[in-house]
């Protein structure tokens, strides 16, 4: 950031009075600009034994294979965009039955909301952004194309769970390890 999205003119990188962080800070009208994460929120769409995966038609991770999930918009709640980005994605509805695992990202300044959702019907198709959608087994799911570490870790906990008959709130890290991209090492904290 070089400009104050207020005024017009110069920021500089300061850790403003009573703060602990360098923020972005407006040399003339004294605004302090925020960078914080942003949320990701998505669905675990079940139907019996199965989940509803989606075929990403867009970067990142052209071609790879996903649940429903994105970006939140202003203005809607996790569990609203968990059914937004279901709907856009897959063209399905769900109803929402709570949410199931939050994934911590430092390294890429984002926090993934996975909420796990029924299908309130067998009408689903691609939406925009998916090349192809399915309902999957655990079998099914194609392991070696996932497109996020975040889903993956998600879906095996979501099948142990189901395997157990509970499905506790989960909270996991996803760290890079040593700091190298696509080297990860998963943190299981609740």
Not at 77 to 103: F, H, I, K, Q, S
Not at 114 to 128: A, K, N, T, V, Y
Not at 143 to 163: G, I, K, N
Request: glycine letters at 8%; aromatic letters at 8%; hydrophobic letters at 40%.
């Amino acid at each position: 950031m070089k400009y104050c999205s207020v005024c017009g003119n110069e920021v500089h990188v300061t850790i403003p009075q009573g703060d602990n962080r360098p923020r972005h800070v407006c040399v003339h009208c004294g605004t302090i600009h925020y960078h914080n994460p942003k949320v990701v929120a998505g669905c675990i769409a079940y139907w019996q034994d199965k989940v509803l995966m989606c075929r990403r038609a867009i970067e990142p991770r052209l071609g790879l294979w996903t649940v429903p999930a994105g970006f939140m918009e202003n203005g809607e709640t996790t569990y609203e965009g968990a059914m937004r980005e279901t709907l856009e994605e897959a063209n399905a509805r769900v109803a929402v039955d709570n949410l199931y695992v939050t994934v911590n990202l430092p390294h890429i300044n984002q926090v993934y909301m996975l909420f796990r959702g029924r299908l309130l019907d067998l009408e689903f198709s691609p939406g925009e952004e998916s090349l192809d959608v399915a309902l999957m087994t655990q079998e099914q799911i194609p392991w070696d194309s996932m497109a996020f570490p975040t889903v993956t870790e998600a879906l095996q906990l979501y099948f142990a769970d189901r395997e157990r008959g509970s499905f506790p709130v989960r909270m996991l890290d996803i760290v890079r390890e040593g700091g190298v991209p696509g080297r990860y090492v998963v943190r299981h904290i609740a």
